[in-house]
C-alpha cells in the first residue's frame, strides 16, 4: 500500500477485512466545528472516528502533545485498530489533520498506514457513498511501542539551533512564521526558530485539496531552501500542521522528524532564541 492512495484505490478495497479506514478530522476551537458530530453526520463507510483532541498527553498544559504508548495502544484497540491492519487515514480539515494522525500511528509501530488523497471532500464530490451514526468496533490487539527517534523535544531543538545539524522547517503562516503576526496564545513571542524556513502547510496541496506530488511537491520544498537530501525536523503552532510537511518530505524520500512542542512551547520558554522577519 502506498503512502498516498486515491478515492478510486479505496473504493476497490472498502471490504477488504484487513483494511481499517479512520476519519482523523480535527478542528481548532475557533473554527466553530465539532469533529465527531461531523462523522455521525457523514463518513466512509466502515470508518471509526480518531478523536486527536483527547488521543493526545491531556495532563500537559502544552496542546496536542503525544500521549504515552500505552494511551495510544489502548484507544487503537478500542478503535479495532491491531496489529497487521492496513490503516487509510482521512479528513475532512482545512488542517489536513490525517498527516498528524499518520505520524502518531508510525511512531508507536504501526508500518501499513496511508492517506486518501483528497479527504473526505473528494470522495464526496465523486458521489461515492457515506455512512452515519457510529460503526461497530470489535476490539484488536496493538502492541504498546514507540520509537522516538522522529520526535525532537525542546532540549533537541535547542541544541540543533547551535550545531545546524538538521533543518527545521516551520508550516505556520508567513505573517505567524515572521512575527508580523501577533500569536494567539497567551504569552507567547511572536517569530520563529532561529535558522528555520517557512513552508506554510496549504502549499503542499492542490486548489482541490489533493496532494502535490513529484517534481510540484519538490519545488515546495526547493523554493523554501530546503535540501531533502539532508535532514529535517517540521514545527508549526502546536505539532498538528507540521506533520504536513513531515508526510510530503516523506513522499519525496525524506524521513522528517517532528518537533511536538512546537511554536506553543518554544514561544513561551523564556530561555528561547526567537527570530523575527523573513528567513
Not at 86 to 96: A, E, Q, T
Not at 217 to 226: M, R, T, Y
Request: proline share 6%; aromatic share 8%.
Amino acid at each position: 500500500m502506498d503512502a498516498l492512495v486515491t478515492t478510486e484505490w479505496l473504493a476497490n478495497e472498502l471490504h477488504a477485512t484487513d483494511l481499517r479506514i479512520v476519519d482523523a478530522s480535527y478542528f481548532l476551537p475557533d473554527q466553530g466545528r465539532k469533529a465527531a458530530a461531523e462523522y455521525e453526520a457523514a463518513h466512509i463507510p466502515g470508518a471509526v472516528f480518531m478523536d486527536l483532541a483527547e488521543i493526545a498527553d491531556t495532563t500537559n498544559p502544552l496542546p496536542s502533545m503525544l500521549p504515552s504508548p500505552e494511551k495510544f495502544a489502548s484507544r487503537m484497540q478500542s478503535l479495532g485498530l491491531g496489529d497487521g491492519s492496513r490503516i487509510v487515514l482521512y479528513d475532512n480539515s482545512p488542517l489536513h489533520t490525517a498527516a498528524r494522525a499518520w505520524w502518531m500511528l508510525r511512531t508507536f509501530g504501526a508500518h501499513d498506514v496511508a492517506i486518501l488523497d483528497g479527504g473526505l471532500a473528494k470522495w464526496q464530490a465523486e458521489g461515492r457513498p457515506v455512512a452515519s451514526g457510529k460503526e461497530s468496533l470489535r476490539h484488536r490487539h496493538f502492541t504498546v511501542w514507540a520509537d522516538d527517534k522522529g520526535v525532537r523535544t525542546l532540549d533537541q531543538m535547542k541544541a540543533n539551533v547551535e550545531s545546524g545539524a538538521e533543518q527545521v522547517v516551520d508550516a505556520r503562516s508567513a505573517a505567524r512564521f515572521t512575527g508580523q503576526e501577533p500569536d494567539p496564545r497567551p504569552a507567547t513571542m511572536p517569530g520563529h526558530i532561529p535558522g528555520s524556513k517557512n513552508i506554510p502547510y496549504g502549499t503542499l496541496f492542490n486548489a482541490d485539496g489533493s496532494w502535490k506530488q513529484g517534481d510540484a511537491l519538490k519545488a515546495v520544498f526547493d523554493d523554501a531552501g530546503i535540501d531533502l537530501s539532508k535532514p529535517l525536523v517540521g514545527t508549526c503552532g502546536s505539532g498538528i500542521t507540521a506533520a504536513v510537511l513531515v508526510f510530503g518530505a516523506h513522499l519525496l524520500g525524506n524521513e522528517a522528524a517532528l518537533y511536538d512542542g512546537s511554536w506553543s512551547e518554544w514561544g513561551a520558554d523564556l530561555s528561547t532564541p526567537k527570530a523575527t522577519g523573513a528567513a
